[in-house]
Protein backbone atom coordinates (compact mmCIF):
# COMPACT_ATOMS: atom_id res chain seq x y z
CA UNK A 1 0.00 0.00 0.00
CA UNK A 2 3.02 2.24 1.48
CA UNK A 3 5.67 0.35 -1.24
CA UNK A 4 7.75 0.66 2.13
CA UNK A 5 10.91 -1.93 2.16
CA UNK A 6 12.50 -3.69 4.94
CA UNK A 7 15.59 -0.84 5.35
CA UNK A 8 12.90 1.64 5.24
CA UNK A 9 11.36 0.08 8.41
CA UNK A 10 14.39 -0.08 10.19
CA UNK A 11 14.79 3.62 9.97
CA UNK A 12 11.65 3.96 11.44
CA UNK A 13 12.11 1.70 14.27
CA UNK A 14 15.07 3.86 15.01
CA UNK A 15 14.15 7.03 14.88
CA UNK A 16 10.84 5.95 17.11
CA UNK A 17 12.98 4.11 19.34
CA UNK A 18 15.03 7.60 20.03
CA UNK A 19 11.73 9.75 19.98
CA UNK A 20 9.62 7.29 22.31
CA UNK A 21 12.29 6.21 23.98
CA UNK A 22 12.43 2.64 25.07
CA UNK A 23 9.84 2.68 28.05
CA UNK A 24 7.17 4.16 26.40
CA UNK A 25 7.84 2.47 22.66
CA UNK A 26 6.09 -1.13 23.79
CA UNK A 27 2.91 0.94 24.52
CA UNK A 28 2.91 3.05 21.71
CA UNK A 29 2.99 -0.07 18.87
CA UNK A 30 0.24 -1.77 20.75
CA UNK A 31 -1.77 1.09 20.54
CA UNK A 32 -0.19 1.70 16.64
CA UNK A 33 -1.08 -2.02 16.03
CA UNK A 34 -5.11 -1.39 17.57
CA UNK A 35 -5.34 1.75 15.74
CA UNK A 36 -4.49 0.18 12.43
CA UNK A 37 -6.98 -2.99 13.68
CA UNK A 38 -9.58 -0.61 13.32
CA UNK A 39 -8.78 1.51 10.18
CA UNK A 40 -8.30 -2.09 8.66
CA UNK A 41 -11.61 -2.95 10.03
CA UNK A 42 -13.51 -0.49 8.58
CA UNK A 43 -11.96 -0.41 5.08
CA UNK A 44 -13.65 -3.77 4.95
CA UNK A 45 -16.90 -2.91 6.01
CA UNK A 46 -16.79 0.13 3.41
CA UNK A 47 -15.86 -2.54 0.78
CA UNK A 48 -18.69 -4.97 2.20
CA UNK A 49 -20.93 -1.62 1.75
CA UNK A 50 -20.26 -0.76 -1.45
CA UNK A 51 -20.65 -4.29 -2.77
CA UNK A 52 -23.49 -4.79 -1.03
CA UNK A 53 -25.22 -1.52 -2.84
CA UNK A 54 -23.29 -3.03 -6.24
CA UNK A 55 -25.37 -5.78 -6.07
CA UNK A 56 -28.65 -4.60 -4.56
CA UNK A 57 -28.51 -2.30 -7.88
CA UNK A 58 -28.01 -4.80 -10.12
CA UNK A 59 -30.26 -7.03 -8.07
CA UNK A 60 -32.89 -4.15 -8.68
CA UNK A 61 -32.02 -3.94 -12.46
CA UNK A 62 -32.21 -7.59 -12.40
CA UNK A 63 -36.13 -7.47 -11.11
CA UNK A 64 -37.34 -4.24 -13.13
CA UNK A 65 -36.43 -6.90 -16.00
CA UNK A 66 -38.31 -9.74 -14.67
CA UNK A 67 -41.08 -7.37 -14.21
CA UNK A 68 -41.11 -6.06 -17.34
CA UNK A 69 -40.64 -8.95 -19.19
CA UNK A 70 -43.72 -10.51 -16.75
CA UNK A 71 -45.90 -7.66 -17.63
CA UNK A 72 -45.26 -8.45 -21.74
CA UNK A 73 -46.44 -12.06 -21.23
CA UNK A 74 -49.31 -11.05 -18.68
CA UNK A 75 -50.66 -8.80 -21.53
CA UNK A 76 -49.89 -11.64 -24.20
CA UNK A 77 -51.93 -14.72 -22.12
CA UNK A 78 -54.80 -11.58 -21.88
CA UNK A 79 -54.64 -10.73 -25.41
CA UNK A 80 -55.18 -14.83 -25.82
CA UNK A 81 -57.59 -15.18 -23.12
CA UNK A 82 -59.39 -11.81 -24.64
CA UNK A 83 -59.51 -13.68 -28.73
CA UNK A 84 -60.90 -17.21 -27.01
CA UNK A 85 -63.16 -16.58 -24.84
CA UNK A 86 -64.68 -13.71 -27.94
CA UNK A 87 -64.84 -17.16 -30.00
CA UNK A 88 -66.03 -19.07 -27.07
CA UNK A 89 -68.96 -16.47 -26.82
CA UNK A 90 -69.18 -16.12 -30.87
CA UNK A 91 -69.96 -20.22 -31.31
CA UNK A 92 -72.28 -19.79 -27.98
CA UNK A 93 -74.77 -17.31 -29.69
CA UNK A 94 -73.98 -19.46 -33.00
CA UNK A 95 -75.59 -22.72 -31.44
CA UNK A 96 -78.25 -20.92 -28.93
CA UNK A 97 -79.28 -20.28 -32.57
CA UNK A 98 -78.98 -22.66 -33.87
CA UNK A 99 -81.38 -24.40 -31.14
CA UNK A 100 -83.64 -21.82 -31.48
CA UNK A 101 -84.24 -22.52 -34.79
CA UNK A 102 -84.40 -26.19 -34.16
CA UNK A 103 -87.32 -25.70 -31.50
CA UNK A 104 -89.46 -23.55 -33.21
CA UNK A 105 -89.76 -25.96 -36.50
CA UNK A 106 -93.49 -27.98 -36.04
CA UNK A 107 -92.55 -31.60 -34.67
CA UNK A 108 -95.56 -33.08 -36.42
CA UNK A 109 -93.28 -31.75 -40.06
CA UNK A 110 -91.60 -34.32 -41.69
CA UNK A 111 -87.87 -33.84 -41.90
CA UNK A 112 -86.48 -34.49 -45.04
CA UNK A 113 -83.53 -36.95 -45.66
CA UNK A 114 -80.20 -35.67 -47.28
CA UNK A 115 -79.87 -36.64 -51.21
CA UNK A 116 -77.47 -39.32 -50.24
CA UNK A 117 -78.96 -40.63 -47.22
CA UNK A 118 -79.23 -44.34 -46.31
CA UNK A 119 -82.84 -45.95 -47.49
CA UNK A 120 -83.02 -48.78 -44.97
CA UNK A 121 -81.73 -48.16 -40.77
CA UNK A 122 -79.15 -50.33 -40.97
CA UNK A 123 -77.52 -49.32 -43.90
CA UNK A 124 -74.85 -46.71 -44.30
CA UNK A 125 -74.88 -43.80 -46.99
CA UNK A 126 -71.40 -43.13 -48.91
CA UNK A 127 -72.88 -39.72 -50.58
CA UNK A 128 -71.96 -38.48 -54.30
CA UNK A 129 -68.39 -39.47 -54.01
CA UNK A 130 -68.62 -43.04 -53.52
CA UNK A 131 -66.46 -44.04 -50.38
CA UNK A 132 -66.17 -40.53 -48.72
CA UNK A 133 -69.35 -38.74 -46.47
CA UNK A 134 -71.30 -36.33 -48.09
CA UNK A 135 -70.49 -32.43 -47.58
CA UNK A 136 -72.05 -30.79 -44.40
CA UNK A 137 -75.00 -28.65 -45.03
CA UNK A 138 -74.93 -24.88 -44.54
CA UNK A 139 -77.38 -23.35 -42.66
CA UNK A 140 -78.24 -19.76 -42.71
CA UNK A 141 -77.85 -17.90 -39.81
Do not use: C
Not at 19 to 39: D, S
Request: a negative charge.
Amino acid sequence: MFDVGFSELMVIAVVALIVIGPERLPRVARTMGHLFGRLQRYVNDVKADINREIELDELRKFRSTVEDAARGFEGTVNTAVDSVQSEVSKTETEFNDLTRIEDATPSGAPQSAPAGAASQPGEVSRGPQGGAPPPPEKTAV
